[in-house]
C-alpha cells in the first residue's frame, strides 16, 4: 500500500526535480504549469452572507494552491459582485502563489442584489479583454440565487469570444436553467450544484480536475453523440502517414492498423501532450498480438530515454504494468498479475483500459474491471523528450502487432461511459441479449 508522504517532503521533492529539470535541460508540464488566464467572479450579494463568503475564499484559495502562478504560467482574477461588480484582483498582477493567496484571503465582502449579467460582462471588459496573453481562458461564476439582470446574451457573447464558462449554483435558490444558459456545454461537464457552502468543498478536486483539462487537453474527440476531451494517440503520432496496412476487425465496424517492424511511430512529446496530462484520465486501447516477448504498447521518454509512463505487455509472465511519475523516488511500477490479464496472450482482439486518478490505477479488459492498484503522488512529465507506441521494452525496434484504438480521455468520466463494441463478438452477444428479451 502507498504510504503517505508530508505536504513538506512533497514541497522538497518537487523543488528538487524542479532544480534538476532546469540543469538537464527538461521540460515538465503539468496542470501546475499550463499556461491559462482564469477568472473567479464570486457572488458577493446579502443572500450568501459573511460567513459564508468566508467560506468561498477558503475554497478559492485551495483551488488556486494547485496553479504555479506567474506570466509564463496560470494567471488568476477574482471579480465579487452584488447590485454592481468589483475587480478584486485583476489578472496578470501577482508572480507567485503567495502573493495571490493573501490577496484573496484579504477580499472584503460586499453585501447586496444579484446582478450576474453585468459581472460576467464586466470580467470581459475589463479582465479577458485586457489580456494580451492568447491561450485558454476560463471563467468560473459561482452564485447562490437568481440574477436580477439577463444573463443568457452575456454568456453567449462570452463563449463567442472562446471565453469558457463554469456555473456553480449553491443552495435551493438557483434556477437550472440560468445556470445552463451561463455555463458552456454539455451542462454535465460545466455545471455543478451543491446544497449549501460548506458542500463546495466536496467538489474542490472536481473543479480542479475540470479547470486542468480545459488547459492541458485542446483537443476533441468524436464519441457517441458527444465530443470528449482528450488526445487521439494515433492521430498524434501519425499512424495513417505512417503505416499502410489497414484491417478490417471481423463482425463490426472498426478498422484497424497492421503495425510493421519497418515502422517508427515516434514523436516528440511536446508535438502530442504540449502541456503534459491532467491528474486523472482514461487510456484505453484495442489491439491484437503474438509476440511473447516484453513490449511497451505505449511509452513516454524523458530526453535521456528514461521511462515516465508506459504500458507494458510483460509476455514472459503474463501480465501488464503501468508505469508513472512519483514524488517519492521519480518512477513507479505497477504490475496486474491477475489470472484474467492471460487473456490478452490469446492472440485474439482485446481492449486495454486503464482509470487512472490522483490515488489510484485501475485496470479494465474488455469491459469487465480486473483490478484496482494504490498510486503514490505524481508528477507532471517531462515533455522534451520522445512519445511512442509499440516498442520493445529499452529497445528502439517496433513490435509487429495490430492497432485499432489507442486514446486518453481527460475525463475520468469517459470510464462509465466507455464500450468495447469494437472487439469482435461483442456487437452479436448484444444481438442475442435483445432477441432473448
Given at each position: 500500500?502507498?504510504?503517505?508522504?508530508?505536504?513538506?517532503?512533497?514541497?522538497?521533492?518537487?523543488?528538487?526535480?524542479?532544480?534538476?529539470?532546469?540543469?538537464?535541460?527538461?521540460?515538465?508540464?503539468?496542470?501546475?504549469?499550463?499556461?491559462?488566464?482564469?477568472?473567479?467572479?464570486?457572488?458577493?450579494?446579502?443572500?450568501?452572507?459573511?460567513?459564508?463568503?468566508?467560506?468561498?475564499?477558503?475554497?478559492?484559495?485551495?483551488?488556486?494552491?494547485?496553479?504555479?502562478?506567474?506570466?509564463?504560467?496560470?494567471?488568476?482574477?477574482?471579480?465579487?459582485?452584488?447590485?454592481?461588480?468589483?475587480?478584486?484582483?485583476?489578472?496578470?498582477?501577482?508572480?507567485?502563489?503567495?502573493?495571490?493567496?493573501?490577496?484573496?484571503?484579504?477580499?472584503?465582502?460586499?453585501?447586496?442584489?444579484?446582478?450576474?449579467?453585468?459581472?460576467?460582462?464586466?470580467?470581459?471588459?475589463?479582465?479577458?479583454?485586457?489580456?494580451?496573453?492568447?491561450?485558454?481562458?476560463?471563467?468560473?461564476?459561482?452564485?447562490?440565487?437568481?440574477?436580477?439582470?439577463?444573463?443568457?446574451?452575456?454568456?453567449?457573447?462570452?463563449?463567442?469570444?472562446?471565453?469558457?464558462?463554469?456555473?456553480?449554483?449553491?443552495?435551493?435558490?438557483?434556477?437550472?436553467?440560468?445556470?445552463?444558459?451561463?455555463?458552456?456545454?454539455?451542462?454535465?461537464?460545466?455545471?455543478?450544484?451543491?446544497?449549501?457552502?460548506?458542500?463546495?468543498?466536496?467538489?474542490?478536486?472536481?473543479?480542479?480536475?475540470?479547470?486542468?483539462?480545459?488547459?492541458?487537453?485542446?483537443?476533441?474527440?468524436p464519441v457517441a453523440a458527444r465530443d470528449e476531451k482528450g488526445f487521439d494517440i494515433l492521430v498524434g503520432l501519425g499512424v495513417k502517414k505512417k503505416v499502410k496496412k489497414r484491417i478490417q476487425i471481423p463482425t463490426t465496424n472498426a478498422k484497424a492498423y497492421e503495425v510493421t517492424s519497418r515502422v517508427d511511430l515516434s514523436e516528440l512529446?511536446?508535438?502530442?501532450?504540449?502541456?503534459?496530462?491532467?491528474?486523472?484520465?482514461?487510456?484505453?486501447?484495442?489491439?491484437?498480438?503474438?509476440?511473447?516477448?516484453?513490449?511497451?504498447?505505449?511509452?513516454?521518454?524523458?530526453?535521456?530515454?528514461?521511462?515516465?509512463?508506459?504500458?507494458?505487455?510483460?509476455?514472459?509472465?503474463?501480465?501488464?504494468?503501468?508505469?508513472?511519475?512519483?514524488?517519492?523516488?521519480?518512477?513507479?511500477?505497477?504490475?496486474?498479475?491477475?489470472?484474467?490479464?492471460?487473456?490478452?496472450?490469446?492472440?485474439?482482439?482485446?481492449?486495454?483500459?486503464?482509470?487512472?486518478?490522483?490515488?489510484?490505477?485501475?485496470?479494465?479488459?474488455?469491459?469487465?474491471?480486473?483490478?484496482?492498484?494504490?498510486?503514490?503522488?505524481?508528477?507532471?512529465?517531462?515533455?522534451?523528450?520522445?512519445?511512442?507506441?509499440?516498442?520493445?521494452?529499452?529497445?528502439?525496434?517496433?513490435?509487429?502487432?495490430?492497432?485499432?484504438?489507442?486514446?486518453?480521455?481527460?475525463?475520468?468520466?469517459?470510464?462509465?461511459?466507455?464500450?468495447?463494441?469494437?472487439?469482435?463478438?461483442?456487437?452479436?452477444?448484444?444481438?442475442?441479449?435483445?432477441?432473448?428479451?
Amino acid at each position: 500500500m502507498a504510504q503517505p508522504i508530508t505536504f513538506f517532503q512533497i514541497l522538497l521533492i518537487l523543488l528538487l526535480h524542479d532544480y534538476i529539470s532546469a540543469e538537464d535541460g527538461e521540460t515538465r508540464a503539468s496542470c501546475r504549469t499550463a499556461p491559462a488566464d482564469l477568472v473567479f467572479i464570486l457572488d458577493g450579494s446579502y443572500s450568501v452572507g459573511p460567513e459564508n463568503f468566508e467560506i468561498i475564499k477558503s475554497w478559492l484559495v485551495n483551488i488556486t494552491r494547485n496553479f504555479d502562478i506567474g506570466p509564463k504560467f496560470i494567471q488568476v482574477g477574482v471579480v465579487q459582485y452584488s447590485d454592481y461588480p468589483v475587480l478584486e484582483i485583476p489578472l496578470g498582477t501577482h508572480e507567485s502563489t503567495e502573493n495571490l493567496i493573501r490577496e484573496m484571503e484579504s477580499i472584503h465582502y460586499l453585501g447586496g442584489n444579484t446582478r450576474t449579467g453585468r459581472a460576467i460582462q464586466f470580467a470581459f471588459d475589463h479582465l479577458f479583454a485586457k489580456s494580451s496573453r492568447f491561450l485558454t481562458k476560463i471563467a468560473v461564476v459561482l452564485t447562490d440565487g437568481k440574477s436580477q439582470d439577463e444573463v443568457k446574451d452575456v454568456a453567449a457573447e462570452a463563449r463567442k469570444n472562446k471565453i469558457t464558462l463554469f456555473a456553480i449554483g449553491v443552495g435551493s435558490e438557483i434556477e437550472e436553467d440560468e445556470l445552463k444558459a451561463i455555463a458552456n456545454r454539455p451542462s454535465s461537464t460545466y455545471v455543478f450544484y451543491v446544497e449549501d457552502y460548506i458542500a463546495i468543498s466536496r467538489i474542490k478536486e472536481v473543479i480542479k480536475q475540470k479547470l486542468c483539462e480545459e488547459s492541458v487537453c485542446p483537443t476533441r474527440i468524436p464519441v457517441a453523440a458527444r465530443d470528449e476531451k482528450g488526445f487521439d494517440i494515433l492521430v498524434g503520432l501519425g499512424v495513417k502517414k505512417k503505416v499502410k496496412k489497414r484491417i478490417q476487425i471481423p463482425t463490426t465496424n472498426a478498422k484497424a492498423y497492421e503495425v510493421t517492424s519497418r515502422v517508427d511511430l515516434s514523436e516528440l512529446t511536446r508535438n502530442v501532450f504540449p502541456e503534459g496530462l491532467p491528474p486523472s484520465y482514461v487510456f484505453v486501447s484495442t489491439q491484437r498480438f503474438k509476440v511473447k516477448k516484453t513490449w511497451d504498447l505505449w511509452r513516454v521518454l524523458s530526453l535521456d530515454k528514461r521511462p515516465q509512463i508506459a504500458v507494458t505487455i510483460n509476455g514472459e509472465e503474463k501480465t501488464l504494468s503501468f508505469t508513472t511519475t512519483s514524488l517519492i523516488n521519480g518512477t513507479q511500477v505497477i504490475t496486474f498479475a491477475s489470472p484474467h490479464v492471460k487473456t490478452l496472450f490469446d492472440e485474439g482482439w482485446h481492449q486495454i483500459r486503464l482509470l487512472v486518478t490522483e490515488d489510484f490505477v485501475t485496470l479494465y479488459i474488455d469491459g469487465q474491471e480486473i483490478e484496482m492498484k494504490p498510486l503514490h503522488p505524481v508528477l507532471g512529465i517531462y515533455i522534451s523528450g520522445l512519445t511512442q507506441i509499440g516498442k520493445y521494452s529499452g529497445k528502439e525496434e517496433t513490435v509487429q502487432f495490430d492497432i485499432q484504438k489507442l486514446r486518453i480521455y481527460c475525463d475520468p468520466e469517459q470510464n462509465k461511459r466507455e464500450t468495447v463494441c469494437e472487439i469482435p463478438g461483442f456487437v452479436s452477444m448484444v444481438d442475442e441479449l435483445l432477441r432473448t428479451t
